[in-house]
């Protein structure tokens, strides 16, 4: 009895990345399938998915300069700031980074099918995704220095780089729903 072999299942036993890159394509997938399925009435459904995708770029993207404050005070080696590293690396790499792909690929997808590429408000609201896509590679950098006990930054620069993303947030906000300009 001790020599049996006891099987997992495929999706228990893989990876978070793994699960997180699964869930990824699944989406993708089925997002082609719905336009490829149903034509211009995709334009919806796409909308909906590409909105899910914000508002959890955005929760990763406001929590992750909060885990650094925090971390700025855990004893380099210590659990608590080991603790930090894992929750701050899953929280990008299964969160946010998934999240950012598929809000940028929908979101060009729903800028062409609209055609707001010639609209003087979508291109203000594309340098401000664009400088929240610069946010999201520079805490990417901070859970690298992190990760290997490097960061200098203080928690002061983390509460002040905790509202750039809110900052931005508000501007293409604005931007999509009165479209000003």
Known sequence: MADQITSVPAAAAASPAK????????????TAAAIFALGD????????????????????MLYLP???????????????????KVMERRLLQLIINPAMIVSWVLGLWLAWQADFFSSGWFHVKL??????SWAHGYFAAAVR?????????TARHWRIMNEVPTLLMIVI??????KPF
């Open 66 to 84: 909060r885990l650094f404050i925090y971390h700025c005070d855990a004893p380099i080696g210590s659990a608590q700031s080991e603790t930090f």
């Open 145 to 153: 220095a992190y990760r290997e006990d490097r960061n200098t930054k």
């Open 19 to 30: 699960r997180a890159a699964i869930a990824l394509g699944v989406t993708v997938a089925a």
């Open 173 to 178: 906000v604005m931007l999509v729903i009165v």
């Open 41 to 60: 009435a995709a334009y919806l459904w796409v909308k909906a998915v590409h909105v899910i995708a914000i508002i959890s770029w955005m929760a990763g």
């Open 127 to 132: 340098a401000a995704v664009i400088g929240l």
